[in-house]
């Protein structure tokens, strides 16, 4: 069976109940160390964190001005950014940024870290969906962010002229900085803290990132790995009737059951209910689907397990919705549960609290919650090699079957992989492959590049034409291709302006100047106190700009336009991107990475 490497493995004690390991740990240094009162420690205490690993020793003493960090999943990561932000805000006095993934996740760490906060008396805002308010409060102040949310701050405080009081900010997840998307608007954001806050302190975390070196030059900080997990994982894969290990080497078989074709049924009753199992599914349906089906075939014992407790749990589901999910309803009697984006946050946090109490002891969920909340478990299984329908990367993969294993409680987890026929050549091929390096999707799609220069003009990052190709090489993709001078991304960012300026989301500070003497014949022609642009072609931008505001990055080596910002507020991506679309239709794309 393959294992992570465990040398070093020390604990934490748990507030529910003591831990039946006992390695050794080394003490929990004095506050001098930390940077932080005698207080935070205390409270760091009454969360079970009275030691410290010897890594996270390592790193704190050695690493005070930002890293890239990766561990595997549960290896102690969340730490050293809880202290890397409290540090900024007591010690510094500056402005705290925490940009997480998940709203999910959000929510959870702004509770966790209020009360930490509250005693260095300093406030925790949390900016996701509706939630956040602009202006950004003053510092000393710790924000919360999903990556969409983080990007909509920065910009903001850029516009406000408040960048600098940005000390620190941290990025989990960091691996996401490599997917379509929502990985392009995390690495506009760094970008932009690189190129306009060159002070800010960055720390960047991740379980699953190859080329770790890579991210670390971009980001201009040092780079920290470790093999360290607390609980070792033992990762398996079941083919048929036959458990194997990472090898393909057999390793048992698994005694079949009735209505039990794939497994599923026999691996849960292994270690349920006196342990926990998160069985991953491919889609929200399923989750509920396999919930329901694994209830159906579960002996009384799930009944009996902490009865009182699940009545208490139903009872609590119904006070939310009077439309409580009915399957819910069903399977919770049995200590089983799914969890995805389809149930009310409230419903969400009433289970995991009850998988975290252990009063239930099997939850259905999507890829989702890998990266989500913290919910460990003894056992993890994949019921299917697939998330949505794309097929499972090695990346996603790591991060799934890491939620194996409790510290404090477990001696080892385990992650199952369970396979049918059709799909075993392409899984094993997934397993053996190395993790897939992180690279820019910046010019995947041109709407990303035409959006970026969009939020720089508005939020005034950027003045000339110089400043544009100097933050163009200030992002993952121009790092990338600095070495072999590859000027794909200039070209894309020249492309974008003049796609800008045919659909006058952008103007030349000449026009705008022409239009506003038009509007008003007593401004001069110079455009002093030019009125807003209020045209039905600037109808979806903010009508706060004027002509005086007009910002020049013409270049005479490039030929690249002098144009005036026309939007204020700068979240406009979803609304534009059906007209980026529109207008790239007809035009030339550039080259693809």
């Known amino acids: 069976v393959q294992t992570t490497p465990s040398s070093d493995i020390s604990s934490r004690t748990n507030a529910a109940r003591p831990s039946p390991l006992s390695p050794t740990a080394t003490p929990l240094p004095g506050h001098k160390l930390l940077g932080l009162p005698p207080v935070v420690l ?43 932000l409290l540090r900024e805000v007591h010690v510094r006095g500056g402005l705290g940024v925490l940009v997480l993934p998940f709203i999910s996740l959000v929510e959870e760490k702004r509770e966790g870290l209020k009360a930490l906060a509250a005693a260095l008396d300093v406030r925790v805002e949390g900016y996701y969906g509706v939630e956040g308010r602009f202006p950004a409060p003053s510092p000393p102040c710790v924000c919360v962010c999903t990556i969409e949310k983080a990007n909509g701050l920065i910009n903001h405080l850029a516009e406000e002229g408040r960048l600098s009081q940005v000390g620190t900010v941290v990025i989990d997840e960091l691996h996401m900085v490599g997917e379509e998307s ?128 699940k009545q208490t749990l139903l009872a609590d589901l119904r006070s939310i919705s009077s439309t409580a999910d009915h399957i819910l309803q069903a399977t919770v009697p049995y200590s089983v549960a799914f969890h995805h984006s389809g149930l009310l946050q409230e419903e969400r946090e009433l289970l995991e609290r009850a998988f ?104 005034g990052m950027v003045k000339t034409g110089d400043d544009l190709r100097g933050f163009a090489m200030s992002t993952l993709c121009g790092h990338q291709m600095a070495k072999t001078e590859d000027a794909t991304l200039v070209q894309a960012f020249t492309d974008s302006v003049q796609a800008l300026l045919a659909a006058n989301m952008i103007v030349h500070p000449e026009t705008a100047t022409q239009e506003a003497v038009s509007a008003n014949p007593r401004i001069g022609a110079n455009g002093a106190n030019a009125p807003a642009l209020n045209s039905p072609s600037h109808a979806h931008a903010s009508s706060s700009s004027n002509a005086q505001e007009a910002v020049d990055i013409s270049n005479s080596g490039k030929g690249w336009p002098a144009f005036q910002r026309t939007a204020r507020h700068l979240e406009l991506h979803l609304r534009l991107k059906a007209e980026f679309k529109e207008i790239f239709r007809n035009q030339k794309k550039p080259n693809m990475i």
């Not at 790995?225 to 079941?238: A, Q």
């Not at 090898?247 to 026999?266: I, Q, V, Y």
């Not at 397993?431 to 035409?450: F, G, H, N, Y």
């Open 42 to 84: 205390q409270l760091f205490a009454q969360r079970g964190i009275v030691d410290l690993y010897p890594w996270q020793q390592e790193v704190l003493t050695h690493y005070p001005d930002g890293l890239v960090y990766s561990l595997p999943t549960s290896g102690g990561k969340s730490l050293i950014a809880d202290v890397a």
């Open 182 to 309: 929502r990985g392009v608007t995390l690495e506009l954001v760094i970008s932009k803290l690189l190129y306009a806050c060159p002070r800010v302190k960055l720390v960047g975390m991740s379980a699953t990132i190859p080329n770790l070196t890579l991210l670390a030059d971009w980001m201009k900080v040092p780079s920290y790995e470790s093999p360290f997990r607390p609980v070792p994982l033992c990762e398996c894969v079941k083919q048929g009737a036959h458990i194997l290990d990472l090898t393909n080497t057999p390793l048992r078989k698994l005694s079949p059951l009735e209505n039990d074709p794939d497994g599923l049924l026999a691996l849960v009753l292994e270690v349920c209910p006196d342990h926990s199992a998160l069985i991953f599914c491919a889609t929200k349906a399923q989750c509920s689907s396999c919930a329901h089906t694994l209830c159906t075939s579960l002996p009384p014992a799930f009944l009996h397990w902490k009865a009182a407790e």
């Open 356 to 459: 975290r109490e252990h009063v239930l002891t099997v939850l259905c969920c999507t890829s989702t919650l890998a990266a989500g909340v913290n919910l460990p478990a003894k056992r993890v299984i994949f019921r299917t090699p697939y998330i949505g329908i794309g097929f499972l990367t090695k990346g996603r993969y790591r991060q799934m079957a890491g939620r194996a294993g409790r510290k404090g409680f477990d001696e080892f987890g385990d992650s199952y992989l369970l396979l049918r026929p059709k799909d075993a050549d392409e899984a094993w091929a997934m397993l053996r492959q190395d993790l897939e390096p992180i690279e820019s999707s910046l010019l995947r799609d041109p709407t990303s590049v035409c959006r970026c220069v969009l939020e720089l003009v508005c939020s």
